[in-house]
């Protein structure tokens, strides 16, 4: 079965790191692109990050463009996001989330649970 | 403010047809496919339609996904009550907004 498993959400002071990570099992995970996408309380979906399955390509919202950093390692089967110099605002549900092709087009599947973090002092 | 522009809401009865709108422009619908997520509700998003109207096995024929131009739409057929969610469209953008966007969902409640 694809899965993939995030973990490390908390609560954090505005200022202060986190770093999330991903697990995936049930794929080739080295094979495949990833994402970090995430949902603040109440609210619809943002994109957050992307890495390409060998880190040679990687893309941020502006929004995290600065603070985050999107890495795998592909040896662990294992999505990372380390969060910096976090704000108010970054308060959400990550959800990282696999990249499949086919023909010109592109979507995300499967999502994981998810992990929560609270940014507040 | 969503790049991708969808009702905040829509509803219908058992067994009727609601279709959902999702508007862009040509830097992501006009030039991309669209994709929709539902998302029941208290968990994580699921893919619905794929590049614009293809259904990943396991989601039933009642869903249906259409793009014409710089718009896409989602129908849901014979209505049923485990449809009451929130969906999502998204698609690539070629402008700095991407490279994905979404739309802002649309909560579909069944009377």
């Known amino acids: 079965e694809v899965q993939l498993v995030e973990s490390g959400g908390g609560l954090v002071q505005p200022g202060g790191s986190l770093r999330l990570s991903c697990a995936a099992s049930?794929?080739?995970?080295?094979?495949?692109?990833m994402n970090w996408v995430r949902q603040a309380p109440g609210k619809g979906l943002e994109w957050v990050s992307y890495?390409?399955?060998?880190?040679?390509?990687?893309y941020y919202a502006d929004s995290v463009k600065g603070r985050f950093t999107i890495s795998r390692d592909n040896a662990k089967n294992s999505l990372y996001l380390q969060m910096n110099s976090l704000r108010d605002e970054d308060t959400a549900v990550y959800y990282c989330?696999?990249?499949?092709?086919?023909?010109?087009?592109?979507?995300?599947?499967?999502w994981g649970q998810g992990t929560l973090v609270t940014v507040s002092s | 403010q969503s790049v991708l522009t969808q009702p905040p809401s829509a509803s219908g009865t058992p067994g009727q047809r609601v279709t959902i709108s999702c508007s862009g422009s040509s830097s992501n619908i006009g030039s991309n496919t669209v994709n929709w997520y539902q998302q029941l509700p208290g968990t994580a998003p699921k893919l619905l339609i794929y590049s614009n109207n293809q259904r990943p096995s396991g989601v039933p024929d009642r869903f249906s996904g259409s793009k014409s131009g710089t718009s896409a739409s989602l129908a849901i057929s014979g209505l049923q009550s485990e449809d009451e969610a929130d969906y999502y469209c998204a698609a690539w953008d070629d402008s700095l907004n991407g490279p994905w966007v979404f739309g802002g969902g649309t909560k579909l409640t069944v009377l």
């Open positions: 890495i390409s399955s060998s880190s040679s390509t990687i």
């Open positions: 989330a696999r990249v499949r092709y086919s023909y010109g087009s592109d979507w995300f599947d499967p």
């Open positions: 049930g794929f080739t995970f080295s094979s495949y692109s």
